[in-house]
């Protein structure tokens, strides 16, 4: 069975291209500036400053850390070195720590992607008994401050053998309020109702519906929304620091500390270069997803950002 | 797949949508099914067992016993979290105002069209956001220091004192700009996109009328965006007062300036984990969250009562 989009979805995208001239035209009568692109000049300096050191001193040993300027090379470059030693330190438990932020990453905001995705989808599209509950709960969850669950949370995945486990780091990563309220105003900006009506008429399935004509829809909010809660899990230091006991389970934010920390105990080897060299290589993978993905999370956000 | 019946003759013409609309209605719980049942399990339950935690006491004399208020009665006269709860209050005061402000003025000079290499400046401020605040913190907190920091780089190279960031003193400034410099991009964004859903018609009218630059953005944008400002003024508050990684990460750089009860959210994983005081701990998170949401709520009810 073939379905026939609604008459007015088809003729949309021919009225586009006459938008664009007209914009074009108005841009265009903007008298480019240097004096706000100066002044705009010293955010991104401030913003890019601090990464500019960390790759610069991600270059230096131990030693040269402490003998060399903080936004200059040391004379001894040692990035490649720092970067072997940094992956191969104590039996290589910097690759290690990866793979499990990357296993976090993966399950817990591909998780929390989906269920955005379809309760957002059914926030905009069904008016099903409840919905005005579930919206309020949901959105009042976002102003519940992490330190009222992780407790709790800790003493109740205590209770079912959960901790030190990598379950306790991916099950509270599942939900995300902001991805919901994210998918639901994208959803119901980027779904014509009149295409859902047209599918039904048509006999589709409600799951056919979804995965056929509205995912493609959805496609700029799911990366989007996918790229806010891979942040968050990537980012995530309170709850694996709760949960988590055993080294070998550490996303690399609590491995990083622990480096950073071992200075600091009694006998400790120092190790900041190390330190510096992993921060580097911890953010490069998020740096790289936001770069390529800039076409969707911009649209994403354009499309079915803030807006009450 | 299902075809819709026909009515039988007997039936008025109103009979007909009904089973539709019951099938559209219930089917929306399918898809929002996933999310809530997950959300039960890690955002209501922890919650309701927190309440449980929290009107009980345990003793190693006696053991567990009902204490009704007792711990909450505790909570209000405790001058550890009224300590903390202040720090985190001045901290919002300040550092709230400036973020946002900072990330209005990129974005409006972003879209203001003025700006050469506009992508450039939104990409570039908009990358902090990817870097986990574990990585922003030793880095910021590196450059901090006095021993390989830019701090003790510039007092050696220049033969100055500057103040030392990680004293008591300035301690909590220093965290500000942290957190400052990791989420001025993100909101950025939030505001920039709604700044491009504002309609086109709206702009070409106040050119018409001879519109300065400035009326444009006070009387057309600024409003249009207001929803945005309100979210992101929200999302900060909560932010605010859950404030852990940054202090907790700093804390083996500056031992002396940041206490295990600095912010609430350190005074509540402290009673936890080092001081075994679930219950109080429990409690202490409980009056966080209502006094966050409280907060959250006035912000909420006095931007969208400057509506009417």
């Known amino acids: 069975m073939t379905t026939h989009p609604h008459p007015t979805t088809a003729a949309a995208p021919k009225a586009t291209p006459a938008r664009a001239p007209r914009r074009a035209v108005r841009r265009d009568k903007q008298r480019r500036s240097p004096l706000l692109t100066a002044l705009t000049a010293l955010m991104v300096i401030y913003s890019l400053v601090p990464l500019a050191w960390l790759v610069i001193n991600a270059s230096k040993t131990q030693e040269g850390l402490f003998s060399s300027f903080g936004l200059w090379f040391d004379d001894d470059f040692a990035l490649f070195r720092n970067i072997r030693d940094t992956l191969t330190y104590d039996d290589g438990v910097f690759v290690r720590w990866l793979l499990n932020t990357l296993l976090y990453v993966v399950l817990g905001a591909g998780g929390a992607t989906a269920l955005a995705t379809l309760g957002g989808y059914a926030l905009a599209k069904f008016d099903f008994p409840g919905k005005r509950g579930v919206f309020a709960v949901v959105i009042g969850a976002v102003a519940v401050p992490g330190t009222a669950l992780a407790v709790p949370t800790f003493l109740m995945f205590s209770k079912l053998g959960l901790t030190n486990t990598p379950w306790a780091v991916i099950i509270p990563s599942l939900i995300s309020p902001f991805g919901l309220y994210l998918m639901w105003t994208f959803a119901a900006s980027a779904i014509p109702g009149e295409l859902l009506e047209a599918a039904r008429v048509d006999g589709a399935g409600e799951l056919r519906t979804f995965l056929r004509i509205c995912m493609p829809l959805l496609a700029p909010g799911i990366v989007t929304v996918a790229l806010f809660t891979m942040v968050a899990t990537w980012n995530n230091y309170f709850l694996p620091l709760i949960m988590l006991k055993d080294p070998d389970w550490y996303p690399l934010t609590l491995g990083l500390n622990a480096w950073n920390d071992q200075a600091a105990t009694a006998g400790g080897q120092a190790i900041f270069h190390l330190v510096i060299t992993g921060s580097l290589l911890t953010i490069l993978p998020l740096l790289a997803a936001f770069l390529f993905l800039q076409r969707y999370w911009q649209s994403g956000l354009a499309a079915g950002g803030v807006k009450d | ?308």
């Open chain 2, 1 to 308: 797949m299902t075809v819709l019946a026909p009515p039988t003759i007997s039936r008025t013409g109103q009979a007909a949508p009904r089973p539709a609309r019951r099938r559209r209605s219930w089917t929306g719980w399918a898809f929002v099914g996933p999310f809530m049942t997950v959300f039960a399990f890690v955002f209501v339950a922890p919650i309701a067992y927190a309440i449980y935690l929290s009107v009980f006491r345990t003793r190693l004399i006696g053991g567990t016993s009902f204490v009704g208020l007792e711990n909450y009665q505790q909570v209000f006269t405790d001058p550890q979290f009224w300590s903390a709860t202040w720090r985190v209050t001045l901290f919002l005061l300040v550092q709230v105002p400036i973020m946002l402000f900072l990330a209005l003025l990129v974005a409006l000079a972003i879209d203001s069209g003025r700006l050469y290499g506009k992508a450039f400046f939104r990409v570039a401020v908009f990358m902090p956001y990817a870097v986990p605040a574990v990585v922003a913190t030793l880095m910021w907190g590196f450059m901090y220091g006095s021993r390989f920091g830019l701090v003790g780089n510039i007092n050696d190279t220049f033969g100055v004192s500057l103040p030392d960031p990680l004293s008591p003193d300035l301690v909590l400034a220093s965290i500000g700009n942290i957190v400052t410099w990791e989420f001025v991009g993100y909101n950025m964004l939030i505001f920039y996109s709604a700044l491009q859903v504002v309609p086109k018609s709206l702009y070409e009218a106040a050119e018409l009328d001879g519109a300065s630059q400035l009326q444009v953005i006070r009387s057309v944008k600024l409003p249009a965006i207001k929803g945005a400002l309100l979210i992101a003024t929200i999302f900060s508050i909560i932010g605010s007062f859950q404030l852990f990684n940054e202090p907790n990460i700093l804390q083996s750089l500056a031992p002396n300036a940041i206490t295990t009860y600095f912010t609430p959210n350190m005074y509540a994983y402290s009673l936890s984990f080092s001081g075994q005081q679930y219950n109080y701990s429990a409690t202490v998170a409980i009056v966080m969250g209502i006094l966050t949401m409280i907060v959250a709520y006035a912000v909420q009810l006095r931007g969208t009562r400057k509506d009417r």
